[in-house]
C-alpha cells in the first residue's frame, strides 16, 4: 500500500524556537495533504488541508502565523511551528489521501512527537 | 457541526472473545465512515472503509456496519487476539468539505 513518511519522529526544542515537520508521500503523488494534532488520550484534530501551489486552509481556531504549512512539491507537505510553546507539544500527523481522491482512504504518517521544554 | 462519539472509551477482555465497538455520528451527511487502529506512539492503519451507500465491510476478522440513518457504526471482532490490543478510531468524511472527524477512540486491551 502507500506509505506516507514523516520526519522527525520525535523532537525536543526550547520555548521560542521553531520547528520544522515534513511530510512525504513515499509512492505516490498528493496535491492535497493534511495535518492533525493529537494531544494525550485525546483524538485527532484536523488543523489544517495542504494544497500543492496554493495556500494551506487552516480550520477554526488554529493560528496561521504559528503553524506554517508549505506545500512544495507533490510529495511533500512541511508544517512549521514558529515561537513554540509548552502548549504546543503534541503529536503531529500528516495524511494524504489515496489516488482515487479524498472520498478513498486516507493514508496517516507515523507521526512527529513535539516537546517543546 | 458533525460530532463523532465511540463507546465504550476503553475495554480489556480475555483473548478469544468476540467484542463490538461503537461509533455514532450526529450528521448523515457523510461520504465514508472510516476505521482505524493506533498502536501507542504511532500513526494510524486504516483497517476498514464503508462508503455512504454501503451497509457492511469485512476483512479476515473484522466486520464493520454502518447505519447511516441512525448514524451508527460498529466495529466487530471476531476470536480476539492479544496482538488487537490497540486505540481503534472511528472517522466520518463529512460531504462537501471533504475532511475526517475523529471520534475519541476505543483503547482495547485483550489480555492473554
Known amino acids: 500500500g502507500a506509505v506516507v513518511s514523516q520526519h522527525p519522529s520525535w523532537v525536543i526544542c526550547k520555548s521560542g524556537t521553531s520547528v520544522k515537520i515534513e511530510c512525504r508521500s513515499l509512492?505516490?503523488?498528493?496535491?492535497?495533504m493534511f495535518w492533525y494534532r493529537q494531544f494525550p488520550k485525546q483524538s485527532l484534530m484536523l488543523m489544517a488541508t495542504?494544497?500543492?501551489?496554493?495556500?494551506?486552509?487552516?480550520e477554526q481556531g488554529v493560528e496561521k502565523d504559528k503553524f506554517l504549512i508549505n506545500h512544495a512539491s507533490l510529495t511533500l507537505s512541511t508544517l512549521t511551528v514558529t515561537s513554540a510553546h509548552p502548549e504546543d507539544s503534541s503529536f503531529y500527523i500528516c495524511?494524504?489521501?489515496?489516488?482515487?481522491?479524498?472520498?478513498?482512504?486516507?493514508?496517516f504518517g507515523p507521526g512527529t512527537r513535539l516537546t517543546v521544554l | 457541526k458533525q460530532e463523532v462519539t465511540q463507546i465504550p472509551a476503553a475495554l480489556s477482555v480475555p483473548e478469544g472473545e468476540n467484542l463490538v465497538l461503537n461509533c455514532s455520528f450526529t450528521d448523515s451527511a457523510i461520504y465514508n465512515l472510516q476505521w482505524f487502529r493506533q498502536d501507542p506512539g504511532k500513526g494510524l492503519t486504516s483497517l476498514l472503509l464503508?462508503?455512504?451507500?454501503?451497509r457492511e465491510q469485512t476483512s479476515g476478522r473484522l466486520n464493520a456496519s454502518l447505519d447511516k440513518s441512525s448514524g451508527r457504526s460498529t466495529l466487530y471482532i471476531a476470536a480476539s487476539q492479544p496482538g488487537d490490543s490497540a486505540t481503534y478510531l472511528c472517522a466520518v468524511l463529512i460531504q462537501g468539505a471533504q475532511k475526517l472527524v475523529f471520534g475519541q477512540g476505543t483503547r482495547l486491551t485483550i489480555n492473554p
Open positions: 495524511s494524504a489521501p489515496s489516488l482515487r481522491g479524498v472520498a478513498d482512504t486516507q493514508y
Open positions: 509512492d505516490f503523488q498528493a496535491t492535497t
Open positions: 495542504s494544497n500543492e501551489g496554493s495556500k494551506a486552509t487552516y
Open positions: 464503508i462508503q455512504s451507500s454501503q
